[in-house]
């Protein structure tokens, strides 16, 4: 359904170019080892993952604004809906934001990936 969009890329971590397969080597997000382990090309349409060394440092930016993101909405959840005290909702965030750390990771290098490359029509459709 949203097959060729950025949003279908960055939110199944798949290649931004074909689609057609996962960038990580691991389907497990919790494996301390394997969280940021990927391919170094996609096996459908061959693109390199990494366009150059160091390439998903400027990923560090984007986790920094989705984890913001993360903690302001468990703020606004906790504070206005469940009308927490300040002292338990310090320990959700903490808590949902130690929990969530390999989902930021993922995310945030799906989304600099997705900033660089396209969607290739051509490329999907190569078998």
Not at 29 to 53: A, F, V
Not at 84 to 92: E, V
């Amino acid at each position: 359904m949203l097959k060729g969009t950025k949003l279908y890329s960055i939110f199944t971590g798949t290649c931004p170019v074909c689609q057609n397969e996962s960038m990580y080597t691991s389907s497990n997000l919790y494996n301390p080892k394997k969280t940021q382990e990927m391919k170094e090309r996609c096996s459908h349409c061959d693109t390199k993952y990494k366009i150059e060394p160091s390439f998903f440092y400027g990923s560090m930016y984007v986790s920094y604004g989705v984890g913001v993101a993360i903690a302001m909405i468990t703020f606004a959840l906790t504070y206005f809906v469940f009308d927490m005290s300040r002292w338990n909702i310090f320990l959700i965030i903490t808590f949902i934001s130690i929990f969530s750390l390999p989902i930021v990771i993922r995310l945030s290098r799906n989304i600099w990936i997705n900033i660089f490359m396209d969607y290739d029509k051509e490329k999907a459709r190569k078998s």
